[in-house]
């Protein structure tokens, strides 16, 4: 398991691009075969990229949960979110089988103990991108399709931010205990995910970016708005951002994103909005 502990904003001031990216970016997330996890001491948030091709692959493959969780298994505290950005995939929760398809959700609460995932065809492997929070209650496991979320289509072509946000894992939809998670699509032309950019200081934030085709990348804006930094993303890679940073990208064409929160309150609206001008 890759442990990344906490960065303050002052430090990030003087980051080399090499150090920002060890400290915030997540690459090479889907391995044949492989649970990849990266815990971030930020909320302790954890990222996993499941990727079964030839053998069912158990949540907690390779993970030592007493030395990394001090538990008897993964959620027996946690919660966790899932996408489908791959093939056709199966995930089976404590017995009880779901099929999970491209832009599929599947939301499993606390105490789930026996998870496992496996892929429908295995030359189109599935590839589930997680993100787990810690969690002090339970609710109820449940497979979310495109259709069942909130859908929220906002921007406009002139500003090139024309998108939909789907909210899958939100109060609108379903209960949880703090973890909110949900898939922005922009419309071909649009390259801006947010702008004007916020920050959140009481919630941080896990992006994926992914359906970039070909050598595109998104540059994703973040540090304080009045000491931006950028990281160069490539499709499929993932990026922590502090309450403190910002969080924006531009892409060089067209692309989806996953967000994940967590932290004091489920308020998807709970911004601090900065004014483009005021950005440095």
Not at 33 to 49: A, E, I, L, N, P
Not at 129 to 152: I, Q, R
Not at 231 to 248: C, F, G, K, T
Request: charged share 20%.
């Amino acid at each position: 398991m890759d442990i990344r502990y906490s960065a303050n904003q002052r430090d990030v001031k003087r980051y080399t691009t090499k150090e920002l990216r060890d400290e915030f970016l997540i690459t090479e997330l889907y391995q044949p075969d492989k649970v990849t996890t990266v815990y971030s001491h930020v909320d302790r948030m954890v990222t996993f990229g499941i990727m079964p091709v030839s053998r069912t692959l158990a949540l907690d493959d390779g993970i030592d949960i007493w030395a990394n969780f001090g538990t008897s298994y993964l959620l027996e505290r946690r919660e966790i979110g899932l996408f489908n950005i791959g093939g056709a995939g199966i995930c089976i929760v404590d017995g009880t089988e779901y099929k999970i398809n491209n832009k599929d959700c599947l939301y499993i609460t606390r105490g789930a103990e026996n998870i496992s995932f496996s892929s429908t065809d295995r030359s189109v492997p599935a590839k589930f991108y997680g993100v787990s929070a810690p969690a002090h209650c339970s609710y109820e496991t449940k497979l979310l399709t495109l259709a069942d979320a909130a859908k929220n289509p906002v921007g406009d072509t002139a500003t090139s931010n024309k998108r939909v946000i789907y909210q899958f894992i939100h109060p609108d939809v379903l209960p949880t205990c703090q973890l909110l998670m949900g898939m922005t699509i922009l419309e071909p032309g649009s390259v801006w995910n947010t702008m004007p950019l916020h920050t959140h200081e009481r919630r941080m934030e896990i992006y994926t970016y992914f359906d970039l085709e070909d050598d595109n990348v998104v540059f994703h804006l973040m540090g304080e708005p009045t000491e931006t930094r950028h990281l160069v993303i490539q499709n499929e890679d993932a990026v922590i951002s502090p309450s403190w940073s910002a969080h924006s990208g531009c892409g060089t064409a067209s692309y989806s994103f996953i967000w994940a929160m967590g932290g004091e309150n489920q308020a998807f609206t709970d911004m601090d909005v900065v004014k483009t001008t005021e950005l440095r």
